[in-house]
């Protein structure tokens, strides 16, 4: 099951262990640990320049002393979140799945933002917003005012709440090192991915032939079988993907002159390259759909992250 409420602020404070002179070096490996920074960042119009110039002016001795503020509270402040939300899952709508609060580090400007994407909401809790504001507020308070806020403005997204629980269960099955080898981690990837999402009917990976690199042989899949084992890069929907190394969806195949038919009852499809870390791609995730328009942007978000987590483990 996954976490509702995480808390991300250790690792601003590897901040303290540069000089500062290297706090924008310091920046950009604490964006790539943490993937709400950026999406923060883009929100309030802010580049990297104008987020050091802050911390800057805000200045050493004051993050040390929001450090062991940290130090302070942090366990308690934790606890108290997990019992609220342990004891009001109603009043707070835990189980609708498609929301988690993440507490941060970044300018303490604002007490919270939202973000939305394709697993769902990140609720972004500052906490220096918490510390410089600390004798006035409430850390607990903040916290669900924010999470009140959230689901009672924005309706449930059953869509994302399941592409974030999917999402979990494969980053596990992707860094599990009982699965040796790609097929078996592809395999329990498409199962699941079949399972869960219902307009999802035929699930599959194609990879690079490892003779011919201009070829897409068939890999585990899950659903009717199909006569297309091979593919030619440019041929079909595959192919296309192959050969620009772009996603595709397809909202209506039967508009496709170039579409390979596997079953009459296809009516969309969506491709997502897998790339290695050089770039070169080296597989696809291909779905099909019974239903006509059955993917979006969500859905190619989504399979693009998956993709990642395999170029990561075995690219």
């Given amino acids: 099951m996954r976490s509702v ?125 918490i510390y410089l504001n600390k004798d006035r507020i409430n850390p607990k308070d903040l916290v669900v005012e924010a999470i009140l806020n959230f689901v009672s403005t924005v309706p449930q997204n059953t869509k994302k709440a399941d592409f974030w629980v999917l999402y979990d269960k494969i980053l596990t099955i992707v860094t599990n090192s009982n699965y040796k080898t790609k097929e078996e981690v592809m395999q329990r990837i498409v199962e699941l991915l079949s399972e869960r999402i219902d307009y999802y009917n035929w699930v599959g990976f194609y990879l690079v032939d490892n003779k011919d690199k201009g070829l897409l042989t068939l890999g585990p899949f899950v659903g009717e079988p199909t006569e297309h084992e091979k593919i030619k890069f440019g041929q079909g929907i595959c192919g296309q993907a192959a050969s620009s190394k772009k996603t595709f969806i397809v909202g209506d195949v039967t508009k496709e ?59």
Wanted: aromatic content about 16%; overall charge negative; charged content about 35%.
């Fill in 5 to 129: 409420f995480r808390d991300f602020t250790d690792e601003f404070f590897q901040i303290l262990t540069y000089p500062k002179e290297q706090w924008n070096v310091f920046w950009q490996k604490y964006k790539q640990s943490i993937d709400v920074i950026e999406p923060l960042m883009k929100k309030q119009g802010l580049s990297d320049e104008e987020v050091i110039n802050i911390f800057r002016k805000m200045g050493r001795k004051e993050l040390d002393k929001a450090y062991w503020y940290r130090q302070e509270i942090i366990r308690e402040f934790k606890s108290e979140i997990i019992g609220e939300l342990t004891k009001n899952p109603d009043k707070l709508q835990v189980n609708r799945g498609d929301y988690a609060v993440y507490l941060v580090c970044f300018l303490g400007q604002k007490p919270y933002e939202f973000l939305d994407s394709f697993k769902g909401t990140v609720i972004a809790v500052d906490f220096l917003y």
């Fill in 257 to 315: 002159e170039n579409y390979l038919s596997c079953s009459p009852k296809t009516k969309s499809e969506i491709v997502v390259p897998i790339f290695d870390k050089k770039g070169n791609i080296v597989g696809e995730i291909d779905i099909d759909s019974h239903q006509k328009d059955a993917f979006d942007q969500d859905d190619k978000l989504f399979l693009e992250e998956i993709a990642r987590l395999i170029t990561d483990r075995f690219y």
